[in-house]
């Protein structure tokens, strides 16, 4: 009973301890282990040594007095009665450990009784112990210190610097779960406590969106081997996923808005145990890998806007239970593979501006569940509408799908359905009857097609967005005879051409939009301020407001212009949709009064026309202008949106895939596209159409289409005067006749002679070649470039000096000199960079304009920000280098190739560039490839053209058939590629790395290992183990291929682009070029320029930036030396 009363008094006495005595008695598990063992190794020594427990007896027992004097008086404290439990407390008072002391204190009380009590006190102790490590280990579990650290680096590595690691990860403080600030925002770390009875904790949960988080993907994440969700999605990572995370076992992961890159990681086609998946909005490319069908889990694919291309591997139909599969926005090629009907499982498929090539397949009738179903912008020619299962439809897109024929009955009946989108096909017939019961249908598009018929009644009476222009609808007598600028059904030129003959049809009906006002009432200028309001430039211009909100399905009008908006933004985060969007700050390099023009534009998410209406016959400058006003130009998630639409004036297209911020360089900067339309039935068209291309989630989820600040009209021709005073033409004839016949004959004579060069007849030659490329005056390009101060000069390239230059609208440029020793005359250059001008690619670099004055022959070029690859690799100041991860290098190659296969195969004017090598590979902000300099050669040979009569190309990069035989064939510049394939791979230069004194180049050395198999050695050793050794091996085996000795044996460039995109499987190296049995009239040339590096510039250690003249002595050097046979 006594052992019971002490026992519950030292219990409630335990519960009234302040919080700090109880963790002196509790925290950390240890001392409480230990001071309850000392206790428990007390007992046990008194069983031991029983004759000095006799002798202590009395000692232990409690003091009666005390005892006894407490029962009976109440007025002595509960402290007070056990403040002395034994005689022997004062031996503990020594003990440095006073926290240990105060837990003894306490469990001192059930060790005060004689003798008789000493085992049932033992066993009491014991339980004690059992029960106070439960109690202390259940209280605070703790995170795996292996964890602890692997998170401690990826925390360093991505720049997470509030994760606070003094706190216990798991314990939900210190910034380990934060409250969501923002929409999307959404910091956590979760864990599960349930591990080695509830005492140790795993992270099974990872969320870091929308952070703006950098750097590469740290490898750390796979020791964190409890981990089943990641999201890293809106951030600004890099790189590629680590190969050492084929070993985790996610079921989420996404990646979602980054800029990762390189081929598929490998690594997720071995975590078979992924559920969702989404790696939309980075910069993947290739061919999706055969094994990802070993992702049999996979519920959700989402790998949308990246650059994945080739055909769509038949191994995904190995992904039975896929609800979610996304892929739009990708370069796909080949047809919608019949195998999708075996996901029967699917809810969401979309496949939006791909490239895939139509029909859509009717097995799609299979797939039951689909409820959103969203396919456009395919290719081929024409296709009837495919049969599909309604059942669960509730969003039905085939827009611009080639669709012909009549729209089936079936589409009427979904009584789910509620937008629904088969726009821009070639449907034609009726309007189905049913279609009046599609009740829940809020939003139905049926624009661009050959519809014909009366309007059903049904759709002017409801209160829906409906949008039928452009079609070939027939007026009735019960039909609209006008357009409503207010309701919510947009009918604009949805008349067909019999319209015209009924009179009080108004214009807006009727195709073409005609005009009916009399020619006094024509109209010679238009400015619009789209979305803004009026704006007057240089207290002359007045841009008009355009603030209508409404956009869905809407036509508004003014007295002589208008715009038709045709769409919706699905799936926006925003409250509400918007068709007007507002700029929050400064644009860039913009003064104040033009700035008010890019304050606010007029987006659409899928159509958007403007019309100038009513003007006089004639040829007029339409002028575009743009600015990104919606993503950000900073290191930020909000910077990555990606806006891809195209622009047909007059109804031809003149901006394909046209990007705002790469054209102008950069968010937040303006930029003016001018083009020349005819106008000849007094309307003006102006189409802005989005094909499924771009982000759609950043930096929110929604769709990013079309988008104009401003519209210029102004005629190229004098305007009639109205009102004004007639002219006596004879009178004037008279007068002047005979000065103006005078006049013409001097010109004559003197345009004969070639006087009259220079700007005038560089102006008319341009008019001939109806060029996309501004001609700059010599004045202009002094003031571009401060009269080619020496401070703006960027170096010395093989036809001149390039200089730096300011525009005056800000744009940056490249100013190239050409050599004054070309002798060609105005007439030939000015062809020459006609021709030049037409061939544009992403991988080229874009010509703006050049400058022909006297003997002053200039190119404007774009402005690359980050030099050429020879400096990235080779440049002499080491801290200048520019460090290359694996992907970039991947995809410089790669550009390069799609570059040069460009001007080889598919563009106009086939173009062989003589010269490829790292220097004339420039790279932009975003470190992709553009060649520089193409079709120059010839304007570097002292008047002569020929081939035979001069070698333009650099020692080192040049096919031996070219620099021995003057032998051009696009063969010479495959052969260049692959030296510098080899180069970009190892990190060092061809002409400068000698690692056995028997080789003079590289390329020997790369041939060498080779045939010993030990080709991965020239992997560059910066790149450590970051790379991709499968990549590498395929381009180093590219690149051999490509430096065969014999030019029939390399492959085209297409087939290196295709090689090197996976589609297909990389040639066998057919002959040994190896330079042991190489034509030793080559391998001496060779070591000549080896043993004279003064002769070439190519021998620095910059790498090679030899022109054309650095090979000019080479004949000298064939006969200077002898040659065995």
Request: contains cysteine.
């Amino acid at each position: 009973m006594r052992v019971k009363l002490l026992t519950s008094q030292w219990i409630k006495r335990f519960r009234e301890l302040p919080d700090l005595e109880k963790e002196a008695v509790t925290s950390p598990l240890e001392r409480v282990k230990l001071a309850v063992s000392d206790t428990f190794c007390f007992e046990t020594s008194s069983l031991l040594f029983s004759t000095q427990a006799r002798q202590t007896r009395k000692h232990l027992q409690p003091n009666p007095v005390l005892l006894n004097s407490s029962r009976h008086n109440p007025n002595i404290s509960r402290k007070k009665k056990f403040s002395q439990p034994w005689q022997l407390r004062t031996n503990w008072e020594n003990t440095e450990n006073k926290k240990r002391r105060r837990a003894i204190k306490y469990m001192g009380y059930f060790s005060g009784f004689n003798t008789k009590f000493l085992v049932f006190r033992l066993f009491i102790s014991c339980f004690l112990l059992i029960i106070f490590t439960s109690f202390v280990s259940a209280a605070t579990p703790k995170l795996h210190q292996d964890e602890v650290r692997a998170l401690k680096e990826i925390g360093k590595k991505l720049g997470k610097k509030d994760w606070d690691f003094s706190k216990d990860p798991c314990s939900g403080d210190g910034n380990w779960s934060i409250p969501v600030t923002r929409k999307g925002f959404e910091s956590s770390v979760t864990c599960d406590c349930s591990f080695q009875s509830n005492t140790t904790c795993h992270v099974i949960s990872i969320a870091l969106k929308s952070q703006n988080l950098s750097g590469s993907v740290p490898p750390e994440f796979s020791k964190l081997h409890h981990l089943q969700n990641l999201d890293l999605s809106r951030n600004y990572l890099n790189g590629t996923i680590p190969l050492t995370w084929a070993s985790m076992n996610l079921t989420d992961l996404s990646f979602m808005g980054n800029q990762l890159s390189g081929p598929f990681p490998k690594a997720l086609s071995s975590i078979t145990t992924l559920s969702n998946l989404s790696l939309e909005g980075n910069h993947f490319s290739g061919a999706l890998p055969t094994d990802i069908g070993n992702l049999v889990k996979l519920q959700k694919l989402v790998l949308s806007s990246n650059s994945f291309s080739g055909e769509l591997p038949k191994e995904l139909s190995e992904l039975a239970n896929l609800t979610d599969m996304r892929i739009s926005d990708n370069k796909f090629t080949g047809k919608i593979p019949d195998f999708i009907q075996r996901w029967t499982q699917i809810e969401k498929l979309h496949i939006q501006g791909c490239s895939l090539e139509g029909p859509i397949p009717d097995s799609i009738s299979n797939l039951k569940s689909l409820s959103d179903l969203r396919i456009s912008d395919l290719k081929g020619k024409g296709f009837p509408f495919p049969t599909l299962s309604m059942e669960s439809m509730k969003t039905l897109m085939l827009r611009s799908c080639l669709i012909s024929g009549e729209i089936p009955l079936y589409i009427g009946k979904a009584q789910k359905l509620k937008t629904l989108d088969i726009s821009f096909n070639n449907l034609s017939g009726k309007i189905p009857s049913n279609f009046v019961d599609l009740a829940k249908a809020d939003f139905i598009y049926l624009t661009g097609n050959k519809l014909s018929g009366p309007i059903p009644l049904w759709i002017l009476s409801r209160n829906k967005n409906v949008d039928i222009s452009y079609n070939n609808f027939s007026p009735q007598a019960r039909s609209p005879f006008e357009c409503s600028s207010g309701g919510s059904v947009n009918l604009v030129e949805s008349y067909s051409s019999s319209a015209d003959k009924i009179n009080g049809v108004h214009s807006c009906l009727k195709q073409n939009f005609p005009c009916s006002a009399p020619s006094s009432q024509y109209k010679y200028f238009l400015h619009i301020n789209c979305g803004g309001e009026d704006v007057i430039l240089d207290n002359k211009t007045k841009f008009e407001a355009d603030l209508e909100p409404r956009g869905a399905s809407t036509f508004y009008s003014r007295q002589n212009w208008a715009f038709s908006s045709t769409g919706i933004f699905m799936d926006n985060d925003l409250d509400a949709d918007t068709y007007i969007t507002t700029n929050t700050s400064a644009l860039k390099n913009v003064s104040a009064p033009l700035s008010n023009l890019y304050r606010t534009a007029r987006i659409a998410p899928i159509s958007l026309t403007y019309y100038g209406l009513c003007l006089g016959n004639g040829n007029y400058t339409v002028s575009l202008h743009f600015a990104e006003i919606v993503f950000t130009s900073d290191r930020s998630f909000n910077s990555l949106g990606k806006r891809i639409f195209d622009v047909y004036i007059q109804g031809k297209l003149v901006l394909k895939d046209f990007n705002i911020e790469a054209e102008a360089d950069g968010a937040e900067k303006p930029i003016i596209k001018n083009f020349t339309a005819a106008v000849t039935s007094h309307t003006l068209k102006i189409h802005f159409y989005w094909a499924g291309k771009g982000t759609t989630g950043i930096p929110l989820r929604g769709v990013y289409g079309p988008l104009i600040s401003a519209i210029s009209v102004e005629p190229n021709f004098k305007p009639p005067k109205v009102n004004g005073k007639k002219k006596n033409v004879a009178l004037v004839l008279e007068i002047g006749g005979g000065a103006l016949i005078l006049c013409l004959i001097v010109l004559c004579i003197l345009w004969r002679k070639g006087c009259l060069g220079g700007k005038i007849s560089a102006d008319n030659e341009f008019k001939g070649l109806d060029l996309q490329i501004a001609l700059f005056t010599l004045r202009q390009i002094k003031a571009a470039t401060k009269n080619f101060d020496p401070a703006y000069k960027l170096g010395e390239g093989g036809f001149g000096p390039v200089y730096k230059g300011f525009l005056p609208d800000g744009t940056v440029v490249a100013v190239k000199q050409l050599s004054a020793k070309s002798r060609q005359g105005n007439h030939e250059f000015i062809t020459e960079i006609g021709m030049i001008s037409a061939s544009q690619h992403p991988n080229l670099v874009k010509l703006y304009g050049c400058c022909v004055e006297g003997n002053q022959l200039s190119l404007i070029y774009e402005y690359m920000e980050n030099n050429s690859l020879s400096h990235a690799l080779f440049g002499r100041d080491a801290t200048a280098r520019l460090n290359l991860e694996w992907p970039t290098r991947w995809n410089i190659c790669l550009g390069i190739a799609k570059g040069l296969c460009y001007l080889h195969e598919e563009s106009s004017l086939k173009i062989v560039h003589r010269d490829i090598k790292t220097s004339n590979v420039l790279l932009d902000k975003d470190l992709n490839a553009k060649i520089s300099d193409f079709g120059l050669a010839k304007f570097n040979e002292d008047g002569n053209t020929h081939i035979s009569t001069r070698i333009a190309g650099t020692i080192g990069y040049m096919a031996p058939e070219y620099a021995m035989r003057g032998y051009l064939t696009s063969k010479a510049d495959v052969y260049s590629f692959g030296v510098v394939a080899l180069e970009v791979v190892s990190g060092k230069s061809n002409t400068n790395y000698r690692p056995i004194e028997e080789f003079v180049y590289l390329l020997d050395w790369a041939y060498v290992l080779q045939e010993r198999g030990n080709l991965l050695e020239l992997v560059d050793p910066a790149l450590g183990s970051e790379y991709s050794s499968e990549q590498a091996m395929i381009l180093l085996n590219v690149a051999l291929l490509c430096t065969n000795a014999a030019p029939t044996l390399r492959p085209k460039m297409s087939q290196v682009v295709s090689m090197l995109e996976g589609r297909t499987n990389v040639q066998e190296l057919l002959s040994d070029p190896g330079f042991s049995t190489i034509n030793p009239k080559l391998k001496t040339i060779r070591n000549h320029f080896w043993q004279n590096p003064s002769q070439t510039i190519s021998m620095s250690t910059e790498g090679p930036h030899t022109d054309a003249s650095s090979i000019s002595n080479i004949d000298k050097v064939e006969d200077s030396v002898k040659l065995d046979d």
